[in-house]
């Protein structure tokens, strides 16, 4: 009975904390006791349960499109290349691989221990056949420009020529040799991506439509799919015919859909899960002051920016007024006060990648004070002022922190220029709709996540043909450069031409940069292995859990 | 009775036609498709899509097909969960909403419907004040927020039952969230008419030929008070039905109600078509049997 008093007492302090918007309180207990005595005791049962966010799509590596399903892909297939706990290349399937002296082709060694989950050996021809399917017009895959660079792969999968004249052969059982159309010296992080994972032939065509179901499923990862209850949740245990089994510590890994953030963190309190997918951006207050040990913040390959409508007026043919705008925005209170999660605030388009010097607007280094001089100064002499103010609208996609964000922007070119503009938002479908017509969009949000660890990955969204360009950007000079990087062979020279091409788009500003993503996630105490990296790839080959 | 039944049923069919028709236009009049994506598709890939998806004929012939398919039980794929037909997928949901929706209806009137009369026999007195100020609340509290505070005082606090998923124990907070706003309209409309059915002629009549209370009440006012709480039943599954749309998301509980939000997010037309046909046999098939009953309970009506 004592019990039930104090649930209805916590009921109602919960109702009141809630109403009060406090919200204080811990959640669980301490646990003193993670990892045993030692510290480093593990878990007798190796599980892990994981927040995976949104159901995922399909376990068809050449066909998904989502973060969910690529968390779980990365776990049941493996492609030529691994990644590290950190996310750095390393030898996956091949074990060894040479490239020739113009960088045009490249030969991997297949290890020969390495099997399918059903204890088949893996060959080239697997790989073979995989890329292949990859690349087919009938494979149906949005995610085919990935496996773009290979030779002939454009002309396959617009049906120009057949599957089979693709650069993709068999030297021997265990020797694969893959040739691109150009140098391209990101080529081997491509080999990462799911879409160069191999699937598996037989049982492909033995279940048809349904091989990507529990016990149809092959794969060749560390880890095979046992279990999957659409909307709940997705099981996949220890493969022992994985090549480098010894080393995988957890005997299974439970992905949950969790499409509800707030659910979710309610989830990892109650201690159902070990790692969520995302926090509630709006909880960070809370979470800083009571789940401090467990949040994970990382660097992350994406860039949040706004575009302009260069087709229309009154952003066409108008690169002054498009500076001064970018120009008074304070984007520390946007990336401090706003948001306050770590992000970085950004002058330039392209996030920091290893090799690439990140290109900055050179108003950057000023204080703001004189950029908002400055931005006073080009809206004038774009013809604007007080008595004939600017009038605009923002479009953003409907979720909180676009609206928080927008707010924020719209204020800032009102007080520093006297800006009227109206911000409107759509739902996703909607406002990627309106934003590909350019007709009624003015000033809209975008943000994209780089799909390999390479600046290409950005610089190639600006091109005049590219389909993320909504802004209507077409410069043949930033084409040209970034056309000449493909085909650059010495690297230092390509980098070269990628910040050139960033350059040009920074002195045109199509677009308003505003910050570089982060990763927030919870992580509980007893996690190991768990190391946050750039790309957001995480395998939990490498993950343990210790006791508690 | 029986001819009833049929001409019931036939009358069915063309308020599902329409029912299908329109939302089988309207999902398409929603702008943006499911094949719109943050980078555009190239258009080989799309028009590919288009192409195995039926989605290039001519709308009339997409019509005739879907309805074809429907008479087979065939709902076709999801654009969104591509390993999975519609079929499937209402196949595996549909299970775990009707045992959440059956188990919350079964609360919500057992619990309702005792609190109401209680509160009835024992007007203006402590207990009636007390369960008409816990059903205004509960009615004034939506699910979306008395669902959070049970997770967070129930699962994370006291760790006496799980925050969400499909595991032991799991049924009872989401029962309770979406039986509550039900319990308290029901226990209301239970004591209203509880009390004018007290008022009557022939419970006077039985009182005063000495019939012990609970006679009374059991054999002859129950009956006549139910009316009105059984004519909100169909409504009441209505309710149930949309709010396990939102309790099911804060549960993670891997029902129908979830396809509904994402299918539309998603432009997911197999989805969500098949999520409304379906939702709409079981709505019509309810209120219909909720007519039979109301012939079984009311001597006044019958159909012919």
Known sequence: MRKTYRAVALLAAALVASCGGSGGGTAGEPHAQIGGASGT??????????????ELQTLDPHRAEDTSSFSVLIDIYEGLVGESPGGDLIPGVASAWTISDDGKTYVFNLRPEARWSNGDPLTADDFVFSFRRGVDPKTLSVYSYILSPLLNAD?????????EELGVRAIDDHTLEIKVANPTPYFLGLLAHSMSYPVHRASLEAHGDQWTRPGNLVGNGAFKLDEWVVQSHLKVVRNPYYWDNANTKLEEVTFYATEDKTAEMQRFRAQELDLTEIIPAAQIGFIRENLAKELVIAPYLGSYYYGFNVTRPPFKDNPKLRRALALAVNRDIITKQVLNLGQVSSFGFVPPIHGYTQQQMPEASWTQQQREAEAKRLYAEAGYGADNPLRTQIMYNTQEDHRRIAVAISQMWKQVLGVEAEILNQEWKVFIDTRNQKRDTQVYRQGWIGDYNDPFTFAELMRSTAGQNDTGYNNPEYDRLVAASQSAHDPHARMELLQEAERVLLADMPILPLYIYVRPRLVQQWVRGYEPNIMDHHRSQYVYVLKH | MFSYTIRRLLGAIPTLLILIGISFLLIRAAPGGPFDRERSLLPEIEANLRTAYHLDEPLYQQFARYLWGLLHFDFGPSFQYRDYTVTELIASGFPVSLTLGTCALLVAVLVGVTAGSVAALRQNSGVDHGVMAISM????????VMAPLLVLVFAVYLRWLPAGGLGQGNLVLPVIALALPQIAYLSRLTRGSMIEVLRSNFVRTARAQGLPTWQVIVKHA????????????????????TGSVVIEQIFSRPGLGRYFVAGALNRDYTLVMGVVVFYGVLIILFNFLVDLAYAWLDPKVRYR
């Open chain 1, 155 to 163: 002309d396959i999968t617009a049906g120009k020529r057949p599957p």
């Open chain 2, 222 to 241: 129950l009956k006549p008070a139910l009316l009105p709480v059984v004519s909100y039943l169909g409504p009441a599954t209505a309710h149930i039905i």
């Open chain 2, 137 to 144: 609340t509960g009615i004034s509290i939506p699910n979306f």
């Open chain 1, 41 to 54: 005791e593990l878990a007798e049962h190796q599980a892990l349960h994981v927040g995976n966010g949104a």
